[in-house]
Nanobody, 119 residues
């Protein structure tokens, strides 16, 4: 089993910045992808950004140029630096980890942290 502990989030004005961090512990494997999803009220959960253990990154178009994801394989951590925040970035943000066990991918989720962008 893998546990994901998130930190960061909160209330920020439009144009401001926030930093989300997530640490994985437990039965972690080297081959993995970590990232952040978000879910706004009445909307489906969507991938915001992800990073593989090889450093490959992926972003949803709406955050490109504003958000940066980084990871530390040795510490099993992932960080999402969010700049130029907009009201439409308001959502609950969930840390996610996917790793391969035998021949299947297994997904793990954090408890979620609220990000509110409002003046």
């Amino acid at each position: 089993q893998v546990q994901l502990v998130e930190s960061g989030g909160g209330l920020v004005q439009p144009g401001g910045s926030l930093r989300l961090s997530c640490a994985a512990s437990g039965r972690t494997f080297a081959i993995n992808t970590m990232g952040w999803y978000r879910q706004a009220p009445g909307k489906q959960r969507e991938l915001v950004a992800s990073i593989s253990n090889t450093g490959f990154t992926n972003y949803v178009d709406s955050v490109k140029g504003r958000f940066t994801i980084s990871g530390d394989n040795a510490k099993n951590t992932v960080t999402l630096q969010m700049n130029s925040l907009k009201p439409e970035d308001t959502a609950v943000y969930y840390c996610h980890r996917r790793q391969r066990l035998l021949n299947a991918d297994v997904d793990y989720w954090g408890q979620g942290t609220q990000v509110t962008v409002s003046s």
